[in-house]
């Protein structure tokens, strides 16, 4: 007799790795996460494993995406259970953005970077790329999901990586691909984000002392932050729709908000026309751009519609 899903625990391991031989915080979560589970080749006509890589938005720390990933893998094995399909093991994968995180102490001097470096956007995207080729498992299938900013990471490398990994969806989440800077909030805070941009030291200054806050004060700033949308300085670079973008277009999905304060509706109603019939929806529930905070079982149970 099968288990029971609300038996079986999902697990979640956090590491950091050279990527690139730059550190970096990412999770694996899952059911099993023995090493010959996560072992990153391809294990042919044996290999059950369907592996889900995230990518976040901003800020990119993974840790924020924990609640959500669980959601989704406790819909796709309730989903099993009730419909009786072949058992697969679901890996979830999120990758931290370059120094989104603070690295521990013990290895701030070593690796090819400081702790108070800061990464242009394209640096970001090939960080992302480096992950998967270095970490992520060739399981039987892929599926990449993308959120805010880290749609447009997504679907930058995913040309490089399509068919190395038995890709078979790629799935932008309240994606912020184009015209960032004309957005409603892109307009609010243009001016501010462009001067922090080109005065590094202002922004260092700002944010200093947030480092000697108490914990339970940090963290009631980071759910305001989040619950107001967070601020990504990538909106000065996002600028028009690079059709490059969608050179996959099979298999490349779009979920846009209805009420998303950096990707207006008609930025999605535009999408339809150039990608297949299906391939955009919107959110009928209302979710927060930043949904990981409030809103991540209604996303989830939505996400796994697109992974068969």
């Not at 996460?33 to 080749?41: A, H, T």
């Not at 992302?128 to 930058?156: A, N, W």
């Not at 969608?246 to 509706?265: E, S």
Request: one cysteine or more.
């Amino acid at each position: 007799m099968r288990e029971s899903v609300m038996l079986r625990d999902v697990a979640r391991r956090v590491d950091w790795v050279l990527v690139g031989g730059k550190w970096t915080r990412f999770s694996v979560m899952g059911t099993d996460l023995s090493p010959s589970m996560l072992s990153i080749e391809n294990k042919g006509e044996d290999d059950d494993r369907i592996i889900i890589l995230m990518i976040p938005g901003n800020p990119g720390n993974e840790g924020f995406y924990a609640d959500f990933g669980r959601h989704v893998l406790k819909n796709l094995l309730e989903r099993e259970e009730r419909i009786g399909e072949k058992k697969y093991n679901y890996l979830f994968y999120t990758v931290s953005h370059l120094n989104h995180v603070p690295m521990p102490h013990e290895i701030q001097h070593s690796g090819q970077h400081k702790h108070h470096d800061r990464f242009k956007l394209d640096e970001q995207v090939q960080h992302k790329l480096d992950f998967i080729r270095e970490y992520l498992p060739r399981g039987q299938r892929v599926y990449l999901f993308g959120h805010s900013i880290g749609s447009y990471m997504m679907l930058k490398i995913l040309p490089y990586i399509k068919d190395d990994y038995n890709i078979r969806k790629a799935v932008g989440l309240f994606p912020t691909v184009e015209r960032m800077a004309l957005s409603y909030n892109g307009q609010r805070l243009g001016r501010l984000l462009a001067t922090l941009n080109e005065n590094d030291w202002l922004a260092k200054a700002i944010s200093f002392w947030v480092d000697h806050l108490p914990f339970p004060v940090k963290r009631w700033l980071v759910g305001f932050n989040l619950g107001q949308e967070s601020v990504p300085i990538d909106l000065i670079k996002v600028t028009e729709l690079d059709l490059t973008l969608l050179a996959h277009k099979d298999i490349t999905h779009m979920y846009y908000g209805t009420c998303d304060g950096w990707v207006p509706n008609t930025y999605g109603e535009a999408m339809k026309d150039l990608l297949p019939k299906g391939h955009v929806i919107f959110d009928e529930n209302d979710s927060e751009h930043a949904f990981v905070i409030r809103d991540g079982d209604i996303v989830a149970q939505r996400v796994i519609n697109y992974i068969n």
